[in-house]
């Protein structure tokens, strides 16, 4: 089983900047993909980036492309989520997931087999 912990979550000003973590506590998920999703009350939790560990490849959903930018650190099974010019609508609970495999096309909550508890992330006009 994976379990997987983030961090970073806060509360800032429209036009700040957070940056989110995620920790696996498996030694090793093999080529995997990590991915971050958020959920605002009343929505549908929607995907907003991946990660393919193999090579590094990044997906974006267009709502936070060019202002998010998520990494990884394969040695440490760590993911980030660089969240810059953020604005209230980005007001959500922010998930980490992963799953053993590749990433192509994957951007629905049933792709991912492992998930976090979630972040709380506030932006105030």
């Known amino acids: 089983q994976v379990r997987l912990v983030e961090s970073g979550g806060g509360s800032v000003q429209a036009g700040g900047s957070l940056r989110l973590s995620c920790a696996a506590s498996t030694v090793s998920l093999g080529n995997n993909c990590r991915a971050w999703f958020r959920q605002a009350p009343g929505n549908e939790r929607e995907w907003v980036a991946r990660i393919y560990s193999s090579d590094l490849t990044t997906y974006y959903a267009d709502s936070v492309k060019g202002r998010f930018t998520i990494s990884q650190d394969n040695a440490n099974n760590m993911v980030y989520l660089q969240m810059n010019s953020l604005q209230p609508e980005d007001t959500a609970m922010y998930y980490c997931?992963?799953?053993?495999?590749?990433?192509?096309?994957?951007?629905?909550?049933?792709?991912?087999?492992?998930w976090g508890q979630g972040t709380q992330v506030t932006v105030s006009s």
């Open positions: 997931a992963a799953r053993r495999g590749g990433c192509f096309g994957a951007s629905r909550r049933t792709n991912f087999d492992f």
